[in-house]
């Protein structure tokens, strides 16, 4: 069993940055990959970043390439997403993701639905033209 807690998401204006934070506890967090996804109203849930056990190989979707960047700290067993050059329609609610044993973080990049077994609460971000 995996609990993953977000914290971090708000309203800021277009241009600016958040960094989103989850907090895992459970299984041994240098296992496995994370990753974030988004809904916003109406659509479904997309992939937006995922890492690998260790950190060495991250993924990202092509609308925040450049802009968002995935981290973790195994030893605090926290990943981090900071957003930076928020858009308007980067507005939506972000979850935390963790898989189940033996997928990769590629694999949480590219697979429809998405193969996580575990999602956070989810944490509002809301971006303001």
């Known amino acids: 069993q995996v609990q993953l807690v977000e914290s971090g998401g708000g309203l800021v204006q277009a241009g600016g940055s958040l960094r989103l934070s989850c907090a895992a506890s459970?299984?041994?967090?240098?296992?496995?990959?994370m990753g974030w996804f988004r809904q916003a109203p109406g659509q479904e849930r997309e992939f937006v970043a995922s890492i690998s056990s260790l950190g060495a190989a991250t993924y990202y979707a092509d609308s925040v390439k450049g802009r968002f960047t995935i981290s973790r700290d195994n030893d605090k067993r926290t990943v981090y997403l900071q957003m930076n050059s928020l858009k308007p329609e980067d507005t939506a609610v972000y979850y935390c993701a963790a898989p189940g044993l033996g997928t990769t973080a590629q694999a949480m990049s590219i697979k429809v639905p998405p193969p996580v077994d575990y999602w956070g609460q989810g944490t509002q971000v809301t971006v303001s033209s």
């Open positions: 459970g299984r041994t967090f240098s296992t496995y990959p």
